[in-house]
């Protein structure tokens, strides 16, 4: 079973806190069955609001496909020697 990320307990949290007293202002309920009441409907409220906070980003990532490994790439370079010498590139710019 998962635990809960901060941000679950905080949502579910503040939910708890701000659902009985906006409960009970709107109830005026006195009798302490009414205010039972309301606390179980703001817990169950809560909990609702905590299990569908959507995961954070930092969960663990789907496993990537590993594909086959590749031949690596291999890359020509002229050898020095087949470089066109300064001379060379004088003479084709000046003619």
């Keep these: 079973m998962p635990r809960p990320t901060v ?7 503040c939910t708890v806190v701000f659902s009985t007293f906006t409960m009970l202002l709107l109830s ?3 009798s302490g ?4 009441l309301v606390v179980v ?6 909990l ?5 906070v959507p995961p954070s980003e ?15 790439i291999r890359a020509t370079v002229p ?6 010498t300064r001379e060379a590139v004088r003479e084709r710019a000046v003619s």
């Design 28 to 30: 005026q309920t006195s």
């Design 41 to 46: 409907a703001a817990l169950a409220l809560g």
């Design 58 to 72: 930092r969960t663990r990532p789907a496993p990537a496909a590993r594909l086959a490994p590749q031949e690596p």
């Design 33 to 36: 069955a009414g205010i039972a």
């Design 7 to 13: 941000a679950q307990l905080a949502y579910g949290s």
């Design 79 to 84: 050898s020095p020697a087949a470089a066109p």
């Design 48 to 52: 609702l609001v905590a299990m569908t």
